[in-house]
């Protein structure tokens, strides 16, 4: 049962255009939730967080919007540029160690 | 600061061979972890430790054994390799249960 879900397998977007990546859950548990972001052949990077206690949480480009009551989150990057094409991941946790991961969305931003 | 490592980056071993993968970390992180990364399955933890000689089971702990004898590395060993345990193996560490960092990844092939 995948607890973590991103429906989305790919998605490409213009340069300069806004890229939304959408995630959902199932378990009510997860309080605290990540995006990480994986370039071909190297590790995942964090990129961004969010506690359950927040609706939203900003990082320059990046913003990273929860709706609890949808068990939802997503990550918008704004604007997008052609180095964020990459493979990116959610995950959650529910203040344990245990993360549990999305399957990711292949980012492509055209120039 | 090389942050986190993985020896090897690359393996071909054949079904029923032993191996181990080494991880190391010079963040002087409490918490480690070992994660298999699969083709439309995202990233699941295989086993995870919280501190120097501790281990506990992930998702997916059978087939692999790990030790944390110094804090600062974490080995997953395959006793008898299989080949479904062909992957992409991942380790991290964090020093809570916020971000994680993570290594650059092993390709290991089982025949």
């Known amino acids: 049962d995948q607890q973590v879900k991103q429906n989305s397998p790919s998605l490409s977007v213009q340069e300069g255009r806004i890229s939304i990546l959408n995630c959902d859950y199932t378990n009510s548990m997860f309080d605290y939730f990540l995006w990480y972001k994986k370039y071909p052949a190297e590790g995942p990077t964090f990129l961004i967080s969010?506690?359950?206690?927040?609706d939203k949480n900003e990082d320059g480009r990046f913003t990273v919007f929860l709706n609890k009551s949808a068990k939802h989150l997503s990550l918008h990057i704004v604007p997008s540029q052609p180095g964020d094409s990459a493979v990116y991941f959610c995950?959650?946790?529910?203040?344990?160690?245990?993360?549990?991961f999305g399957t990711g969305t292949r980012l492509k931003v055209l120039a | 600061n090389a942050g986190v490592t993985q020896t090897p980056k690359f393996r071909v071993l054949k079904t029923g061979q032993s191996m181990t993968l080494l991880c190391a970390q010079d963040m002087n992180h409490e918490y480690m972890y070992w994660y298999r990364q699969d083709p439309g399955m995202g990233l699941r933890l295989i086993h995870y430790s919280v501190g120097e000689g501790t281990t506990a089971k992930g998702e997916v702990p059978d087939g692999y054994n790990v030790s944390r004898l110094k804090k600062q590395n974490f080995l997953l060993g395959l006793e008898s390799a299989a080949p479904s345990q062909t992957s992409v193996y991942f380790c991290?560490?964090?020093?809570?249960?916020?971000?994680?960092?993570f290594g650059p990844g092993t390709r290991l092939t089982v025949l």
């Open positions: 995950a959650a946790h529910s203040g344990t160690y245990k993360y549990i």
């Open positions: 991290a560490s964090s020093s809570s249960t916020d971000t994680q960092y």
């Open positions: 969010i506690s359950s206690i927040k």
